[in-house]
């Protein structure tokens, strides 16, 4: 056990490490999907900050800071400024629940990697990003504007329906792993079949559920081709259409951090997790793990971009409907189908 | 270790607020929501009396609550909306007819 | 001393919440101080062990319930209420009215709650052992509700749906 001193030390120094990490990898998506999409398009993306452009999410941020913060006349100032910074916080918040490690000893100390482990961490995810819906809605409503107010109403819509498949299709993985922990889940994914095939969630009767999840996650953080509520040839920007300068930077990090924890989610609940092939000397044993998951995490937002590159934008009726007349009862058979199985083996 | 009491208090409190709210507010929307509120007092002795009987039926009794509030909302705001398309106002003092 | 610090902390904010909900005068600020009081509740269920009714608190009542709230004051482009002769009726003979039912609510409490205390995390209510209780000692109401929330789900697409004129096909796509 530690004692209450180190541990408060420990876990402020993996706060601020996580946040740290976060905030990097939230700047180097943004730099990656510029490149990836300008590739898919036949462009180049940044190229002139740095090598390959590297240095572009420096220069953005900068720019993003020294803009002139233009608040318009007719908002509703407190809902105005409190709006990016409740999109931002639960966007920033989910990641404290995310192991990307297993336990590790440093200087005699055992921790988890991830700030705080709780035996209810995914409900608790759950219930932060459902929270995370009143910074764009706030946003919508408070501009005072008729493209925000309709992009705040869309979105509010589109999350909540999202949001029931969303869950639903996490409940197939509960039932097989029999628990809320992250780490229990990711647990219970470890080891092949047949020596080759990894016994990830994914490959063990959970693809349909990884498909509604894949659906519903690109719904829930509002992108290509879910990206409704800020669809700009409709709306202009959506909700964010009077934002400027660090506002409205706040909702692009909010959203890009969603995208994050949706990856890491994924990752954990139906990509095994760190799971990977170990070998080596005991150091990059040590290390492998964490390289596996941030490299699956990779992989799915490379998805999301390939997808944004790719795919055009649904109407929104077509929205509404896929989710409610077919992504949902997919859902619900999913989790008739697993709690059969499951029950019948047990 | 803090009296049972105390949880009590902060329940009734809640519940006298929704009890105020519901009868001096005017905005229908309004209304509703001290209805939530007094569900929500009501929900805390539930908990706080399931840990001192230690039973956990009072904790299930308060999901069934949650359960029943979500329908009561959809129905309310459904009823709401008709309302306000109908009259075009959400002050209850308005809403005083029973034909349209 | 901790759990009454927090205890105190979090009661606070809800009754803060509680009282600015009756004190604002525009339905967002009052959805968003109820929001609040359901949040610093949430805080007290874990504190009583509660964890699986807390997180169930935040993501049915604040994620989902207050949402709906929100979403129906943005489409209705509700404004600030305004005072009526009614509502200055309500005001007159509902403060008192209440006070005395608070008092009589507070004199039954102290009369009659004795003395027993709940330590930090009393009764651990577990997802598995809700999630047992549920579906074995109280399937049938749990049944019974999943039907009424089905009703509920109907009534509200009627209530709420366009009405369709007769002369006209009803239409494809909701």
């Not at chain 1, 609940?269 to 290390?287: A, K, N, S, T």
């Not at chain 2, 001096?24 to 009396?49: D, W």
Request: charged share 10%; with cysteine; hydrophobic share 55%.
């Amino acid at each position: 056990m530690l004692s209450i001193t180190t541990f408060v030390i420990v876990s402020i120094i993996k706060s601020v490490i996580a946040i740290l990490l976060l905030l990097t990898a939230v700047a180097y998506t943004v730099w990656l999907e510029r490149k990836v999409v300008g590739h898919i398009q036949n462009r180049w993306g940044p190229t002139r900050v740095g090598p390959f452009g590297l240095l572009q999410p420096l220069a953005d941020g900068l720019k993003f800071i020294l803009k002139e913060d233009l608040t318009p006349p007719h908002v509703y100032k407190p809902l105005y400024i409190a709006a990016p910074m409740i999109a931002v916080i639960f966007a920033i918040t989910s990641i404290s629940l995310i192991p990307i490690g297993n336990w590790v000893s440093i200087a005699g100390i055992h921790t988890p990697l991830e700030i705080t482990d709780v035996n209810i961490g995914l409900l608790i995810i759950l219930g932060i990003t459902s929270m995370g819906v009143y910074g764009v809605a706030l946003a919508g409503w408070s501009s005072n504007s008729k493209y925000s107010l309709l992009g705040g109403l869309r979105a509010s819509a589109q999350m909540v329906s999202y949001e029931i498949s969303l869950g639903l299709s996490l409940v197939g993985v509960l039932i097989m792993a029999g628990s809320f922990s992250l780490r229990t889940i990711v647990d219970a994914q470890g080891g092949t079949f047949w020596g080759f095939i990894p016994r990830w969630n994914v490959f063990h009767g959970q693809e349909v559920a990884f498909f509604v999840y894949l659906m519903s996650a690109f719904a829930e953080t509002n992108r290509v081709p879910f990206d409704l509520p800020e669809a700009e040839t409709e709306l202009v920007a959506g909700y964010h259409t009077e934002y400027s300068a660090m506002k409205f930077a706040m909702f692009f990090m909010a959203e890009y951090a969603n995208m994050i924890t949706v990856a890491c989610l994924a990752t954990l609940l139906f990509l095994g997790g760190w799971h990977g092939p170990l070998f080596g000397p005991p150091l990059l044993q040590g290390i492998l793990p964490v390289f596996w998951f941030v490299l699956k995490v990779f992989c799915f937002l490379f998805l999301y971009i390939w997808v944004r590159g790719t795919l055009p934008r649904f109407r929104y009726d077509q929205l509404m409907a896929f989710a409610w007349k077919f992504l949902f009862p997919l859902a619900v058979a999913n989790l008739a189908i697993t709690g059969l199985i499951v029950a019948l083996r047990s | 270790m803090v009296p049972l009491s105390y949880y009590l208090v902060l329940s009734g409190i809640l519940f006298t607020c929704g009890v105020l709210g519901f009868l001096i507010k005017r905005n229908i929307i309004t209304i509703f929501m001290s209805i939530e509120l007094m569900l929500n007092g009501v929900n805390l002795s539930f908990v706080a009396f399931a840990a001192h009987w230690q039973a956990l039926s009072g904790q299930v009794f308060v999901f069934f609550v949650m359960v029943v509030a979500a329908a009561e909302t959809a129905v309310g705001l459904a009823i709401i909306i008709a309302v306000f398309r109908t009259r075009a106002t959400l002050n209850v003092d308005h809403v005083n007819l029973l034909k349209l | 001393m901790l759990h009454l610090a927090l205890f105190t902390i979090f009661g606070a904010v809800a009754v803060a919440g509680a009282v600015n909900l009756l004190v604002q005068r525009h339905p967002i600020n009052s959805a968003l101080s109820l929001i609040a009081v359901m949040a610093s509740l949430s805080v007290e269920y874990l504190l009583l062990g509660a964890e699986f009714v807390a997180a169930v608190q935040v993501i049915v009542y604040a994620g989902a319930i207050m949402v709906l709230f929100v979403f129906v004051i943005m489409l209705l482009n509700a404004g600030e209420e305004e005072l009526t002769r009614g509502s200055r009726v309500a005001i007159l003979v509902g403060i008192p009215g209440v006070l005395i039912g608070a008092v009589l609510i507070a004199w039954t409490l102290v009369q009659h709650s004795g003395t027993g205390e709940v330590a930090i995390g009393a009764l651990p209510g577990r997802p598995e052992t809700i999630g047992w209780l549920l579906f074995h000692d109280f399937l049938l109401p749990f049944e019974v509700t999943s039907i009424l929330v089905l009703i509920a789900i109907m009534g509200a697409v009627v209530l709420a749906g366009r009405p369709v004129p007769t002369s006209q096909q009803p239409r494809k796509e909701a």
